[in-house]
């Protein structure tokens, strides 16, 4: 079992940055890909990001590349999103999730999820 629990949302102007926290505990954190999704209000659950269980292997949505960037802490058992350049369809819930071996990008392919915090980029 993998608990995890995001922070670092909140509300921001366009152009702005914010960067979310994942803390995980539980199962060895290092044995899991961690990725970030995000869900707007009548959307699904979009993916974000993800980063492999050894942090070489990084992959993100289009839209994102060069404005956000994952990573994670190994020794804090902690995963991050850092988000710059926020535009207002950057609102949305955001949530990590955490999925035994390979790196995946699908949401059904993710075991455990966070709780969610939300993020509101103002125009």
């Known amino acids: 079992q993998v608990q995890l629990v995001e922070s670092g949302g909140g509300l921001v102007q366009t152009g702005g940055s914010l960067r979310l926290s994942c803390a995980a505990s539980?199962?060895?954190?290092?044995?899991?890909?961690m990725g970030w999704f995000r869900q707007a209000p009548g959307k699904e659950r979009e993916f974000v990001a993800a980063?492999?269980?050894?942090?070489?292997?990084?992959y993100y949505t289009d839209s994102m590349k060069g404005r956000f960037t994952i990573s994670r802490d190994k020794a804090k058992n902690t995963l991050y999103l850092q988000m710059n350049s926020l535009k207002p369809e950057d609102t949305a819930v955001y949530y990590c999730?955490?999925?035994?071996?390979?790196?995946?990008?699908?949401?059904?392919?993710?075991?455990?999820w966070g709780q969610g915090t939300q993020v509101t980029v103002s125009s």
């Open positions: 999730a955490a999925a035994l071996g390979a790196l995946v990008t699908a949401a059904g392919n993710y075991d455990y």
């Open positions: 539980g199962r060895t954190f290092s044995s899991y890909t």
């Open positions: 980063i492999g269980w050894s942090g070489d292997r990084i």
